[in-house]
């Protein structure tokens, strides 16, 4: 009989909801338990979800006997802190995107993973999603030949009075919250570039409300990208090859479909999602952990590290003037 795995969730924002309603599609999965700052907050989210224990503290949840692994979906600021404080207490874990601030804090978190022989990885749903699954065969397939060239857009109006967005001390701004994903797959495609090209928009508060990146490769290869959370945008991403070129629709980090146009004919490919899609990347912790294994293949340490030290180039463009 195969073992049940028992989730943990941190932080009881709108993301954690959508996670603990996906958790559904799960066989070998429950959550088990909430962990919030308050105790109010702990105790709607497992009334809403029908959640067994609600603790009023993230130390309290990570301390949990029966947690086999636990969802970290605090600020970003909070990121290297929880995932420490649950690796440590012996819980597997799998931590939202962004992973870390930054290359140095995302390393330390990865070091102690290995250290406590525990399985970590980057909440990357997009990676799983069937749409990019999709993508992937089609690339893989080489059937629009070399690929030289992405595009992609990432933009929404953010709501003011949500603090994270616009706060730098909780991470904030328009690259680390949805540049994230576009650097992911500028890095899958084309790997670390040569040159960097960055201009950004500033906020009042000091971070980058939009921000536009040109990755330049020494082959020949770009890679443009443009965020923004003051500005609605189309969401697409556009990956151009020599014999072809594929377009993920809207919104493309958790697409329905995508575009595929060669030089023979044109075909939409409609790939639908389940649920809000949040579940795919957690039935990818639940087959890694009955596997006893501790990495996975399709986000592993070294490109969460790579992109992370990407974002970090960005950022110091950014900051230079660039």
């Given at each position: 009989?195969?073992?049940?795995?028992?989730?943990?969730?941190?932080?009881?924002?709108?993301?954690?909801?959508?996670?603990?309603?996906?958790?559904?599609?799960?066989?070998?999965?429950?959550?088990?338990?909430?962990?919030?700052?308050?105790?109010?907050?702990?105790?709607?989210?497992?009334?809403?979800?029908?959640?067994?224990?609600?603790?009023?503290?993230?130390?309290?949840?990570?301390?949990?006997?029966?947690?086999?692994?636990?969802?970290?979906?605090?600020?970003?600021?909070?990121?290297?802190?929880?995932?420490?404080?649950?690796?440590?207490?012996?819980?597997?874990?799998?931590?939202?995107?962004?992973?870390?601030?930054?290359?140095?804090?995302?390393?330390?978190?990865?070091?102690?993973?290995?250290?406590?022989?525990?399985?970590?990885?980057?909440?990357?749903?997009?990676?799983?999603?069937?749409?990019?699954?999709?993508?992937?065969?089609?690339?893989?397939?080489?059937?629009?030949g070399?690929?030289?060239?992405m595009?992609?857009?990432?933009?929404?109006?953010?709501?003011?009075?949500?603090?994270?967005?616009?706060?730098?001390?909780?991470?904030?701004?328009?690259?680390?919250?949805?540049?994230?994903?576009?650097?992911?797959?500028?890095?899958?495609?084309?790997?670390?570039?040569?040159?960097?090209?960055?201009?950004?928009?500033m906020?009042?508060?000091?971070?980058?409300?939009?921000?536009?990146?040109i990755?330049?490769?020494?082959?020949?290869?770009?890679?443009?990208?443009?965020?923004?959370?003051?500005?609605?945008?189309?969401?697409?991403?556009?990956?151009?090859?020599?014999?072809?070129?594929?377009?993920?629709?809207?919104?493309?980090?958790?697409?329905?479909?995508?575009?595929?146009?060669?030089?023979?004919?044109?075909?939409?490919?409609?790939?639908?999602?389940e649920?809000?899609?949040?579940?795919?990347?957690?039935?990818?912790?639940?087959?890694?952990?009955?596997?006893?294994?501790l990495?996975?293949?399709?986000?592993?340490?070294?490109?969460?590290?790579?992109?992370?030290?990407?974002?970090?180039?960005?950022?110091?463009?950014?900051?230079?003037?660039?």
């Open positions: 009989m195969t073992r049940v795995i028992n989730w943990g969730i941190m932080g009881t924002g709108a993301i954690s909801n959508l996670f603990a309603t996906d958790m559904h599609y799960l066989k070998n999965s429950t959550i088990r338990a909430i962990g919030s700052r308050s105790t109010d907050g702990a105790r709607r989210f497992s009334r809403k979800h029908n959640i067994e224990r609600a603790y009023n503290s993230y130390s309290a949840l990570a301390d949990d006997p029966d947690i086999d692994v636990i969802y970290v979906a605090t600020p970003h600021s909070e990121h290297r802190a929880n995932v420490i404080r649950c690796l440590n207490a012996g819980k597997h874990v799998l931590c939202e995107k962004p992973f870390a601030l930054n290359f140095e804090q995302a390393e330390e978190m990865v070091n102690v993973a290995h250290e406590k022989r525990l399985f970590l990885m980057e909440a990357m749903w997009t990676m799983f999603i069937p749409a990019f699954l999709k993508l992937k065969e089609i690339l893989g397939a080489n059937t629009i070399d690929v030289r060239k595009e992609a857009t990432c933009g929404f109006v953010a709501d003011t009075d949500r603090a994270r967005y616009f706060d730098p001390m909780l991470g904030g701004g328009a690259l680390l919250d949805i540049g994230i994903y576009p650097v992911t797959i500028a890095m899958m495609l084309f790997g670390a570039p040569q040159d960097i090209e960055v201009h950004a928009s906020h009042g508060s000091g971070v980058d409300d939009s921000i536009s990146v990755l330049k490769y020494a082959y020949g290869a770009v890679a443009n990208f443009y965020c923004s959370i003051v500005e609605n945008q189309p969401n697409e991403l556009l990956i151009e090859g020599s014999h072809g070129s594929i377009t993920l629709q809207s919104p493309w980090w958790h697409s329905w479909g995508l575009e595929l146009r060669t030089e023979r004919h044109n075909e939409v490919l409609r790939v639908p999602i649920g809000h899609g949040l579940q795919y990347e957690a039935k990818e912790v639940e087959r890694l952990l009955l596997a006893g294994r990495e996975s293949d399709a986000v592993p340490h070294k490109d969460t590290l790579d992109n992370m030290r990407l974002l970090d180039r960005i950022r110091e463009e950014m900051e230079n003037g660039s």
